[in-house]
């Protein structure tokens, strides 16, 4: 694997063996010592052009833990502030002898672009409303976890049902997820008023519904997304009050899932917007799940990258 631009990238082969090597990067987690010696030598430089804080986060975990040397750079701290153009910075960066560019980039396509520009492997962290590759992988091993709580040898998710709830129009999490998902055989169900649902939805391997209620009680997994406000520019729902209650995840809502079902939700989360917070604390949530699973799954990925081969 060269790059990690798109969650299209990866066929179930590949996704399986990610999944199963973050299966073993998590025993780290529980060691007194967290570190392996298998990136030791490489460098990795997480390239922020948006603020975050799971994702840099663990992608410096994941790095550190692996032992590489990890540089941290904020576009808000770099010469971008004084006008510098991405492709300048990305060309600066590689030159200094990099071996991968973890990039998030409010402009949709910036990663692709920049592993036109370099060597270095480029993995995409987060991209405009286009796509997060490692947040679909990250919630799969969280959901495989789950359901193989009841199911041992799970390896696919044929005849499971994941609902994605909310702003799936600006939600790069959603694309992502929709396209790694639907390898694994789960059926996806994005659920949406109109004015949040993206245009050309009709060629997505997934199933539509405006009615929360209908789905909910079909769901093994409910998804729920952040509304993304500051990326709205107009009217896409009347009050957040009215969006609560035909969309949010509230506490006679949970009464109607189904036994067994989980929440998902991949942060931040709006509290008291799309998720309650009896939702959020549940029992069957696996919020906090999928933040420990993010430093597990970035360093099998980074260990694909970098690694692997050698």
């Known amino acids: 694997m060269r790059h990690l631009l798109s969650a299209a990238d990866l066929d179930q082969t590949q996704i399986t063996e990610i999944l199963d090597l973050a299966e073993e990067m998590s025993l780290v987690q529980g060691r007194p010592v967290k570190k392996l010696p298998a990136l030791r030598g490489r460098t990795v430089v997480n390239l922020f052009f948006e603020d975050s804080t799971r994702t840099r986060s663990s992608f410096e975990i994941a790095g550190k833990w692996l032992s590489a040397d990890v540089i941290n750079i904020s576009g808000k701290g770099s010469s971008v502030s004084k006008g510098e153009s991405l492709r300048d910075t990305v060309l600066t960066v590689a030159a200094m002898g ?34 997060h590759p490692t947040q679909a992988l990250l919630d799969a091993f969280t959901i495989r976890r789950h359901l193989r709580s009841s199911t041992p040898d799970l390896m696919r998710f044929d005849g499971k ?42 060629s997505w391997p997934v199933l539509v519904c405006t009615d929360f209620d209908e789905v909910l009680p079909q769901a093994d997994i409910v998804m729920m997304l952040r509304v993304q406000r500051e990326r709205m520019s107009g009217g896409y729902f009347p009050t957040p009050r009215e969006y609560t209650i035909s969309y949010g995840l509230t506490r006679p809502r949970l009464e109607m899932m189904k036994p067994g079902a989980a929440i998902c939700h991949p942060g ?24 420990a699973a993010g430093v597990s799954v970035r360093m099998s990925v980074l260990y694909e990258l970098l690694g692997g081969a050698e």
Not at 271 to 289: M, P, Q, V
């Open 98 to 131: 990099v071996d991968a560019l973890v990039i998030r980039h409010h402009a949709s396509g910036a990663p692709w672009q920049a592993s036109r520009w370099i060597d270095a492997h480029v993995l995409n962290a987060g991209d405009g409303t286009h796509e």
């Open 161 to 202: 049902t994941v609902a994605i709830v909310g702003d799936i129009t600006h939600s790069r999490v959603a694309r992502s997820n929709v396209l790694l998902l639907a390898t694994l055989g789960a059926q996806v169900i994005l659920v949406a008023p109109p004015t949040l649902l993206p245009a050309g939805i009709d």
């Open 268 to 291: 931040p989360m709006n509290r008291g917007l799309e998720i309650s917070a009896d939702a959020a604390d549940a029992a069957n949530s696996l919020i906090l799940e999928q933040v």
